[in-house]
């Protein structure tokens, strides 16, 4: 076997010893890709497909902030708000530390999203969002097809805040999933791989927390984690009107991964490849009215941007 250099060792051992933060000045033509000679970074197409995502992000930015931190981006980064309306009903959740910690790095990472997204295709005003007890409460009665007493609370504590996520960061996942194959621009794939996969990690911690309590009650309801969690899959998928899109926790074993397991951790199609969603989908489930043209649920008033407000100018 060939023995290293003493140059070599050398090398190995300063990076292995330099900090974290010295390596981001780190820069070489092998460590990015070489963009494609005939492609724009960003293709005027893409524009509004991008610009479309700032609505979940903004969505997830307020839920997150507010429940980890109790106040939302017109404290944290209000250049980002672009005169938006601010939320109706978010506050702070009673969460335990763990939870508090890794929602509070939700918060920050929706934040940044939102900033690179604007910088990249343009701003729009914050959309208006009903991320109240009231709504939440509404929308799992419609799920679960039965009124809960006492009505659902998302803030109440860590287990119904981590249902209430269980809302989100996945409509983020499939609408990425779904936008990306439409993309032309070599810069524009980049930013949305780059935004999927950390929606889709926010998601796989949601979703790993709950399976672990996947048989646990959820308090005063008698009905069970993954219960709730089937509950508004079957719902989202109703609203989406396009099939399967979206898995609880617990599926039949001819929906689990190779036909091999009930046990769901990710929600994922026949060959364990993320589901996607179109935009049209999308609005259908967040204005929980399952209809892009009709405006409810998260958003009341509509989606801002080219493409949701495109939905609603022809209602």
């Given at each position: ?7 070599l ?18 820069s ?29 992000e ?9 429940g ?49 997204i ?25 799920a ?55 929606e ?18 959820v ?52 060959n ?44």
């Amino acid at each position: 076997m060939a023995v290293p250099s003493f140059f070599l060792l050398i090398s190995i051992l300063s990076a292995l010893l330099m900090p974290l933060s010295g390596l981001q000045n780190v820069s070489s033509s092998t460590c990015m890709p070489a963009p494609p000679a005939d492609r724009l970074p960003v293709y005027p197409s893409d524009l509004p497909r991008i610009q479309f995502a700032l609505n979940l992000e903004h969505l997830e930015a307020a839920f997150f902030c507010y429940g980890a931190l109790g106040h939302g981006l017109d404290v944290l980064a209000p250049e980002l708000v672009m005169g938006g309306p601010p939320s109706i009903g978010a506050m702070k959740a009673n969460l335990n530390p763990l939870v508090e910690d890794i929602i509070e790095q939700f918060c920050y990472q929706e934040i940044a999203h939102i900033r690179v997204i604007t910088e990249t295709v343009g701003p729009f005003p914050r959309p208006l969002m009903d991320l109240s007890v009231k709504n939440f409460a509404h929308i799992t009665n419609v799920a679960l097809g039965r009124e809960l007493n006492p009505p659902f609370d998302p803030y109440a504590n860590t287990v119904n805040f981590l249902i209430a996520t269980y809302w989100l960061p996945y409509m983020g996942l499939t609408a990425y999933v779904g936008t990306d194959p439409n993309l032309l621009g070599y810069w524009s794939h980049r930013l949305v791989s780059g935004l999927l996969g950390v929606e889709a990690g926010q998601d796989a911690i949601d979703r790993g927390l709950l399976y672990q309590m996947k048989e646990e009650k959820v308090e005063p309801y008698n009905i069970t984690v993954a219960e709730f969690t089937n509950h508004i899959s079957i719902l989202r998928n109703c609203l989406g009107g396009c099939g399967i899109k979206d898995e609880g926790l617990i599926v039949p074993l001819e929906l689990g991964s190779e036909n091999k397991t009930c046990g769901n951790i990710l929600s994922a199609d026949v060959n364990s490849l993320s589901y996607a969603r179109t935009a049209a989908e999308t609005l259908r489930v967040i204005y929980s009215t399952g209809d892009e043209h009709v405006p409810g649920g998260f958003l009341p008033k509509g989606g801002n941007g080219e493409i949701a407000r495109s939905y609603l100018h022809h209602h």
